[in-house]
Antibody, heavy 122, light 106 residues
Framework: LQLQESGPGLVRPSETLSLTCVVS??????????WGWIRQPPGKGLEWVGS???????YYNPSLKSRATMSVDTSKNQFSLRLSSVTAADTAVYYC???????????????WGQGTLVTVSS | SSELTQDPAVSVALGQTVRITCQGD??????ASWYQQKPGQAPILVIY???NRPSGIPDRFSGSRSGNTASLTITGAQAEDEADYYC?????????FGGGTKLTVL
């Protein structure tokens, strides 16, 4: 399984960040998995952004205060992230990952993309 | 929401055993997963569930849990294990990560 992020490397403050993750070597339409976004500001730790099932059920980090929206395109085997009203604090490497959330007491991100740096700056 | 707390840095002599810990209320209910991240690379999953290793992860990596503390143990640390290690768990509908532990192999 391979995941590949793509999107603009530079976004202006107050605009919307848009990223896409193309999945290859496996189908995004699996009951067993969700698909997630995790970000990492330069020199800092990991932060979960949100996850979505192939059917479109999504859930997000509450700290993003409803700025995040994810979608799935099963015909293209890809999923996307939109983050509105960005500020410099949203500057980070954004990773997409397969999210195994099938077990009630255990879930994890078992395959990751290489990550893409998004800088928020005017 | 809950938090996961990790020691910022840990060191281990080559070939010795090291334990990296992760504390948080969510761990009383949910198992932690552990990720290894080397500079400039994406994280990789090394432990999930009660104590499961993905294919390709050496058996010197193991996981455990006691109360609100999850542990990642490396038995016989190798030079290539030098990396940042992050724990993660579910917290109701959210997912949370610890701040990370930088492991130095001396």
């Amino acid at each position: 399984l391979q995941l590949q992020e793509s999107g603009p490397g530079l976004v202006r403050p107050s605009e919307t960040l848009s990223l896409t993750c193309v999945v290859s070597g496996g189908s995004i339409s699996s009951n067993s998995y969700s698909w997630g976004w995790i970000r990492q500001p330069p020199g800092k730790g990991l932060e979960w952004v949100g996850s979505i099932s192939y059917g479109g059920s999504s859930y997000y980090n509450p700290s993003l205060k409803s700025r995040a929206t994810m979608s799935v395109d099963t015909s293209k085997n890809q999923f996307s992230l939109r983050l509105s009203s960005v500020t410099a604090a949203d500057t980070a490497v954004y990773y997409c990952a397969r999210h195994d959330s099938g077990l009630p007491l255990s879930d994890y991100f078992d395959s990751w993309g290489q990550g893409t740096l998004v800088t928020v700056s005017s | 929401s809950s938090e996961l707390t990790q020691d910022p840095a840990v060191s281990v002599a080559l070939g010795q055993t090291v334990r990296i810990t992760c504390q948080g209320d969510s761990l009383r209910r949910y198992y932690a997963s552990w990720y290894q991240q080397k500079p400039g690379q994406a994280p990789i999953l090394v432990i999930y569930g009660k104590n499961n290793r993905p294919s390709g992860i050496p058996d010197r990596f193991s996981g455990s849990r006691s109360g609100n503390t999850a542990s990642l143990t490396i038995t016989g640390a190798q030079a290539e294990d030098e990396a940042d290690y992050y724990c993660s768990s579910r917290d109701n509908t959210a997912r949370i990560f610890g701040g990370g532990t930088k492991l130095t192999v001396l």
